[in-house]
């Protein structure tokens, strides 16, 4: 009888302990954590926390003060032209030939992977004219731009470096589509952003940085039941709110109520369901609110 083994997939990213100095200022300080294949992976952090600086370390833009990088398996140093074959890219910053029309930039970057089946696909999705010269893009549309190059040749991992940048809402939500997409086919997703809500919504895990330290690694669920609200309500006549494990009232003035509240809002809106109220509003609570809550 021939004995069965189980087959397990490569990592599509290992990161382990990943350090990077500036002279005396340490950017990334021991960061490790592993993505595996088909996962849309969240790395979240306030602005400076060092999350560009260690995709840029991923890409072999920069080269780590120590630790390793791997791409399915590729040392992002040693075996860097087979690591970024696998990569589609969008950079925060997006580094684009202002005199290259959006048409060349696809050409170039579809030479480097092979193919650009959906560029033209792509740009007509996001309302986007390749034949302009970047130097006369808008803001927003050189943002498109970095989109179609990042995702139009199905990449088995693509980065994403605060991607709805710059984006109005309706953009965003197809960027948002563009990663789903991605994710369906079987890519792997790798987002890092400073915006919750935003993360929120896409990952299916996250990583959080804090002072180029990571502080956790958690499933997306876990990380809902940790979300913070402020709620204030405005009652058409007096009101008492029932006693609530996850909520806590702030204040109370006359028929008015501020409250705080984590994870599940459901008992809350249950509780209120018959309750007399005139107006109710929700504030999410930022990320930064959420790092002195949990994770300093």
């Known amino acids: 009888m021939v004995a069965q083994t189980s087959f397990v997939a490569t990592p599509a ?41 260690t995709i840029r370390c991923l890409m072999d833009f920069l080269r780590p003060s120590s630790g390793s990088v791997k791409v399915f398996g590729h040392d992002a140093k040693d075996h860097g032209v087979a690591a970024r074959a696998r990569i589609g890219f969008m950079p925060q910053a997006t580094s684009l030939n202002e005199k290259w029309t959006g048409a060349e930039h696809v050409a170039y970057i579809g030479a480097l992977h092979h193919t650009h089946d959906r560029a033209a696909e792509l740009a007509k999705e996001f309302e986007l004219d390749l034949s302009r010269r970047v130097k006369h ?24 470096d605060e991607p709805t940048t710059g984006l109005d809402p309706i953009l965003q939500q197809a960027v948002y589509r563009l990663i789903h997409k991605a994710h369906e086919r079987g890519g792997t997703i790798f987002m890092s952003s400073h915006n919750l809500a935003e993360v929120e919504r896409t990952c299916t895990r996250v990583a959080i940085l804090r002072q180029g330290k990571l502080v956790a690694t958690e499933p997306m669920t876990a990380l809902r039941d940790k979300h913070l609200y402020t709620i204030t309500l405005e009652f058409t006549q007096d009101f008492t709110l029932p006693d609530l494990a996850n909520v806590t009232v702030v204040s109370k003035v006359n028929n008015s ?13 249950k509780a209120l369901a018959t309750a007399p109220v005139h107006d109710i509003q929700i504030h999410h609570a930022t990320l930064e609110e959420l790092f002195m809550e949990f994770y300093v």
């Open 13 to 53: 990213l290992e990161i382990t302990n990943l350090v990077k100095h500036f002279g005396h200022t340490k950017a990334v300080d021991g960061v490790s954590f592993t993505i595996e294949q088909g996962e849309i992976f969240g790395f979240l952090g306030p602005n400076g926390a060092g999350k560009t600086t």
């Open 137 to 160: 893009l808008s803001t927003g549309n050189k943002q498109k731009l970095a989109l179609v190059l990042a995702f139009m040749h199905n990449a088995d991992l693509t980065v994403l």
């Open 257 to 269: 109520l501020v409250l705080k509240a984590s994870g599940d809002l459901n008992p809350l809106l």
